[in-house]
């Protein structure tokens, strides 16, 4: 069975253009089938700044008010998706940028309001690979941002790790999906001010306890959950960590297995 690299960036990555570039470099030179998925970086929040716009976050998470979801439009799958497919292109790496509406690729479903109104914010219930195979047998590798919609004409912020996950899980039965997560840090750590003190390998029956001992905690929380829920769903391995794990066998960073 063949190999697909799922590979999703954070904004430290995008908000830093030396590092950027450096990326997508060892990106663009991975000869296997891949995919890419962007975050959106501060660029949203510095333009929004600009203009006015009150930016609203509760525990980490963006309200998406019709306001910020025009911005977070023009800045998630406008300028950042475009710079990203352009820079490809000039390390011959023929790349095509997608939102989730692009090719009806990922259907969500707005997030029901419970103890929060979250506004614009969408909930993955489907994902439909066909586009992206024929894309992928024609080495055209996808970009996606992070919005999806709800076929009935609504576009949707939606979070990017769990946009990741989700097309990593539903290539999982024509491929040996390997799901990596690139941001800042060397991987889960038992230690955060101490980078030596990765974890290796987290596992579905060593992950609760690394909960319950108050390792994984906070912004760490939902990035696991969308990592144990990838292996558990037949995604064959999940990788955290920095983005030289992608070409140095040597580098430090953690893997989640069964």
Avoid at 45 to 64: H, P, S, Y
Avoid at 75 to 103: E, T
Avoid at 189 to 211: A, C, H, W
Wanted: hydrophobic share 40%; with cysteine.
């Amino acid at each position: 069975m063949k190999t697909l690299k799922i590979i999703k960036i954070g904004g430290n990555i995008i908000d830093n253009d030396a590092a950027l570039a450096s990326f997508l470099e060892a990106f663009a030179a991975i000869e296997s089938p891949k995919l890419l998925i962007h975050g959106g970086g501060k660029l949203a929040t510095q333009l929004a700044n600009q203009l006015g716009l009150e930016v609203k976050m509760i525990d980490g998470r963006r309200i998406t008010d019709q306001a910020t979801l025009d911005l977070i439009t023009m800045v998630y799958a406008g300028k950042i998706n475009k710079n990203i497919v352009a820079q490809l292109q000039s390390k011959n790496c023929n790349a095509i940028g997608f939102s989730g509406a692009d090719g009806n690729t990922i259907r969500s479903k707005k997030r029901p309001v419970k103890t929060t109104d979250f506004g614009f914010v969408g909930d993955v219930e489907n994902v439909d690979t066909k586009i992206l195979q024929v894309l992928l047998d024609h080495k055209v590798t996808p970009v996606f941002c992070a919005l999806t919609h709800d076929k009935k004409g609504q576009l949707l912020n939606t979070n990017a790790d769990t946009i990741a996950s989700e097309l990593a899980i539903a290539f999982a039965d024509q491929y040996q999906t390997e799901l990596y997560y690139c941001f800042e840090k060397n991987g889960v750590m038992r230690n955060i001010t101490d980078e030596s003190s990765v974890i290796k390998e987290i596992t579905t029956q060593t992950y609760q306890g690394l909960i319950d001992n108050k390792i994984i905690v906070d912004g760490m929380l939902p990035k696991l959950n969308n990592c144990i829920h990838a292996v558990q769903k037949n995604v064959h391995k999940v990788c955290i960590g920095k983005p030289e794990m992608l070409f140095d066998a040597t580098a430090n960073f953690t893997t989640i297995t069964k």
